[in-house]
């Protein structure tokens, strides 16, 4: 009896004096939606997108007006003639389209490669964040991928870490 007494008490020691895991999580939609250097990026993004849009509005209003002086002279033309100003506009048309679509992935890419370059920043943020303040494990959740399917508001980092990231941003 008094061996089970003093295992029962060594169990207990042994396992008060083990380190409990400090475990934070944040919402890793919010925590990247509500960034401020996302927000400045994304402005940034829109008027690049915008002068883009302005472009190729000027650049297809442009051949829209050859289209249609050739569509009131065509008449005057020869066949022969016709036939080949069409096909000249047709691969006008052709080049213009590519020369859009290549632009447009171009700036997909570039928009791409800033948002996952500001994703790893702020993984790398809150990883030193976890480090500095002695949580075992920090986990992210979002809409997309509930990985934390609860977890008490003390528990949640996603506000106060946003603050810290948007006060550093400032700086």
Do not use: H, W
Not at 34 to 51: H, M, P, R, S
Not at 90 to 98: A, C
Request: charge should be positive.
């Amino acid at each position: 009896m008094k061996n089970i007494f003093y295992i029962v008490v060594l169990v207990v020691a042994f396992t008060s004096c083990q380190k409990q895991a400090k475990i934070g999580f944040v919402d890793n939609g919010t925590l990247i939606n509500d960034y401020q250097k996302k927000k400045d990026l994304e402005a940034k993004f829109q008027i690049k997108e915008q002068n883009f849009r302005k472009r190729f509005d000027s650049i297809d209003n442009a051949f829209q007006v050859e289209v249609q002086k050739f569509q009131t002279e065509a008449n005057k033309m020869g066949q022969a003639k016709a036939q080949e100003k069409y096909q000249q506009l047709g691969q006008q048309k052709q080049i213009n389209d590519q020369q859009k679509q290549v632009e447009a992935q171009q700036f997909q890419q570039e928009f791409q490669t800033e948002i996952d370059t500001l994703i790893v920043a702020v993984k790398k943020f809150v990883k030193d964040y976890g480090k500095k303040n002695g949580y075992t494990y920090i986990l992210g959740t979002s809409d997309a991928a509930a990985t934390v399917l609860y977890g008490t508001e003390e528990n949640d980092l996603t506000k106060t870490i946003l603050e810290a990231l948007n006060s550093e941003a400032k700086k």
